[in-house]
């Protein structure tokens, strides 16, 4: 939020979070005080929280607060039930079949590591830096790039598209200096068709629960140095990361946490998962994270709405896939992308 600069008046930032904090019944004392240690003056904050309190459109807001509360509760009361057994855990399995799949894991919204499912692929043995920067040549392929100085690189991909040489890419990436300022994601794929068209020679499908049909369209190449990041987020669709080279973290939360993730805009978490502002978002110490470690030949199912915090703990070269043999299409109810 804008700082306090002019203490004539209080910005139209802080004036939203003095809304939704007074919509939650939040302490009017602590609103004080997190106004004043923010630097405006005491009678101005305490003028602002007085009027914003009586204001009549006040009490529409708190109606909708009382009603995502009782949602909240449903979740929570269901978590609480899906736990009462034992710990939810991520499970890691070798191949399984297709209807096992679907029954207990897709249609269960169940994340889970399924191994031996792309071992045979050209891809697990062959890509190293040599090859790919043979392989990939002079191709012009699009990145992102100086994301470090943008908290919001991820929602803004924009300002951070540029233009390199395949060849000198790779050879970055496999330099093994941490950084999050060069990174090939999904973002950069309607760009990237040739190169993955190239590569895809070394690439095959998963039959059992892929529609290989539509793997051109639904195939993303993530590929960049140890320290590339994506924050906190869920995806719109059901995922598989399918690691090829190198090792990711991987932290994943549940749907059913969503409540104490503070969602601020489109499928973001405000919460920097590296390091959480417990102070400025409390709710969080109630979530439970699942932390794992993929590798080559780890095929991650990452369901739909599952909060996820990924980061590459090597050179990582990882491959995503949305081409279920099953519906995977959501859509069409969804109407937030500029908010929530």
């Not at 998963?206 to 539509?214: C, K, N, Q, S, T």
């Amino acid at each position: 939020m804008s700082k306090a600069h002019n203490q004539l008046f209080i910005p139209s930032d802080w004036k939203q979070w003095i809304a939704e904090n007074i919509a939650r019944n939040s302490s009017p004392t602590d609103l004080q005080k997190k106004l004043e240690d923010a630097g405006f003056d005491a009678d101005l904050s305490r003028a602002e929280l007085e009027t914003a309190s009586r204001h009549p459109y006040m009490e529409a807001a708190r109606s909708l607060v009382r009603q995502l509360a009782k949602r909240d509760w449903l979740l929570h009361t269901h978590r609480k039930l899906r736990e009462s057994v034992a710990p939810y855990v991520i499970e890691r399995r070798s191949r399984i079949s297709s209807s096992e799949f679907l029954q207990h894991y897709y249609s269960e919204n169940r994340p889970v590591i399924l191994t031996n499912c792309f071992d045979h692929w050209n891809a697990m043995k062959l890509w190293n830096r040599q090859y790919l920067m043979t392989k990939g040549a002079d191709l012009q392929v699009e990145i992102q790039e100086n994301r470090t100085g943008n908290a919001r690189f991820e929602q803004e991909p924009d300002q951070h598209r540029q233009r390199v040489r395949f060849s000198d890419f790779i050879e970055k990436c496999f330099d093994e200096t941490p950084t999050n300022d060069i990174y090939m994601t999904a973002r950069n794929g309607q760009a990237n068709t040739a190169i993955l068209e190239l590569l895809g020679e070394d690439l095959g499908d998963i039959p059992d629960y892929l529609d290989g049909a539509r793997s051109s369209q639904s195939y993303f190449l993530w590929i960049g140095p140890p320290g590339t990041t994506t924050p906190l987020h869920h995806d719109m669709t059901n995922n598989f990361m399918a690691q090829i080279v190198g090792q990711k973290r991987v932290r994943l939360i549940a749907p059913d946490f969503h409540p104490y993730l503070y969602n601020n805009f489109h499928c973001y978490s405000a919460v920097d998962l590296d390091s959480p502002d417990i102070e400025r978002f409390p709710l969080f110490q109630r979530i439970r994270i699942h932390d794992m470690i993929i590798g080559p030949g780890d095929l991650l199912f990452l369901p739909i709405g599952w909060w996820h915090h990924v980061q590459g703990m090597s050179t990582s070269i990882t491959l995503t896939c949305t081409n279920f043999k099953w519906p995977n299409d959501f859509g069409e109810e969804y109407t937030t992308f500029q908010g929530i």
